[in-house]
Structures are given as structure tokens and as C-alpha cells.
């Protein structure tokens, strides 16, 4: 476990140094101190599934509730506000928002890597969303819709104030906290979607 620790942590500084396009295994490798890039792929078949890695070690919670089916069947007033909070508390971390850098910078910088991007962890999360209000409208706590936009939607609230914070702090001035903003946000959100 140890190994595998110094790789995850050598990765995260060479794809926040570096981006993911232009991070290689042999960086990751020599950063890690290891003899031989080789050995990395005794923990990691590939660079995509290293870097899936560093962003599940950033963000444990959330991957939590990704893999917890059972989530899908609490009620969107439970649900919703800790799906939000673990979304953010993501970003809490310094490295987390060193990573969040890397992966806009690549996204501009280099379309073609946006689906490892992506696949590594945001549309991971967007799917579980998806399931989740499908499952909320077939218990009929949620009125019809379509999960796919519903979805984005809550995604797009808690990550532009994830930007903000990390990214663009000007937008993020008077911003209340993560907890009073995600109080608002589930708040607005489920005005919306709730059965009359």
C-alpha cells in the first residue's frame, strides 16, 4: 500500500505540474522514485486509470456515494445536501484544486483529452445523478422530467461555486459558505422539481 500511495502522490504532482496530456508515466515514475516506470503498471493498467485514482484519493466521499446504491433510494431532502456537501468538500483540499487547474487547463488546452477528462470522475458523478432522479420520479417524489437535464443542472449550481472558489475568486466574493450555499441551492432545486 505504501507503493501505491507514493505513485498516487507523485502523480498528483506531476498532472498538477505538467497537465495530463503532457504528464508521462516516466515522470510519474522518477517523481515517485522508482526504478522503473514498469512498475507503475503493477498498481494502474494505464495513465487514464492513474489519474481516475488521484481524483477518487481527492475526493473519497464522493466517490462513496457513487458506488452506494442505497443512496438512490433517500428521499431529495436527505440525499441531495450530502451528494452537494461531498461535491464540495472535494474542493476543500489544496490539492484538489491544484488537479481542478490541470483539468480546465487541459480541457482548453487539449480537446482530444476532454472524454479521459471527463470519464475519470464528472460524468461518473453526473450518471449517478441521473439514476438518482429517475429513481426519485418512479417513487414519485419528484414530478416528471428528464434526469438527463436535471442532472446538469445541480451539477452546473454546485460547480460554479466550486470554480469560483478555486478558480476565479472575484465570483466567489459574497458568496455565503459551501453549507448556507448548499441549503439554497437544494432549496431552489427541488422548488422546481417537486410534485404540486
Do not use: C
Request: proline fraction near 6%; avoid cysteine.
Amino acid at each position: 500500500m505504501e507503493r501505491r500511495r507514493q505513485i498516487l502522490d507523485a502523480a498528483l504532482e506531476v498532472f498538477s505540474r505538467a497537465g495530463y496530456h503532457q504528464a508521462t508515466i516516466k515522470a510519474i515514475a522518477q517523481a515517485a522514485g522508482l526504478r522503473s516506470p514498469a512498475l507503475i503498471y503493477w498498481y494502474f493498467p494505464n495513465k487514464s486509470e492513474l489519474f481516475r485514482a488521484v481524483l477518487q484519493r481527492l475526493a473519497p466521499l464522493l466517490t462513496h456515494i457513487v458506488e452506494d446504491a442505497t443512496l438512490l433510494e433517500h428521499p431529495p431532502e436527505e440525499a441531495l445536501p450530502r451528494f452537494a456537501q461531498a461535491y464540495l468538500d472535494t474542493f476543500s483540499r489544496p490539492e484538489a484544486v491544484r488537479l481542478l487547474r490541470v483539468v480546465v487547463a487541459e480541457a482548453m488546452r487539449s480537446p482530444e483529452t476532454n472524454t479521459a477528462l471527463a470519464d475519470s470522475g464528472l460524468l461518473t458523478f453526473i450518471r449517478f445523478l441521473e439514476e438518482y432522479f429517475r429513481r426519485q420520479v418512479t417513487l414519485g417524489r419528484l414530478r416528471p422530467h428528464d434526469p438527463r437535464a436535471s442532472a446538469r443542472a445541480f451539477y452546473g449550481m454546485l460547480n460554479s461555486y466550486a470554480l469560483g472558489r478555486s478558480l476565479f475568486p472575484a465570483l466567489a466574493e459574497d458568496l455565503p459558505d459551501a453549507a448556507a450555499y448548499v441549503r439554497e441551492v437544494v432549496a431552489i432545486f427541488l422548488d422546481g422539481l417537486r410534485r404540486r
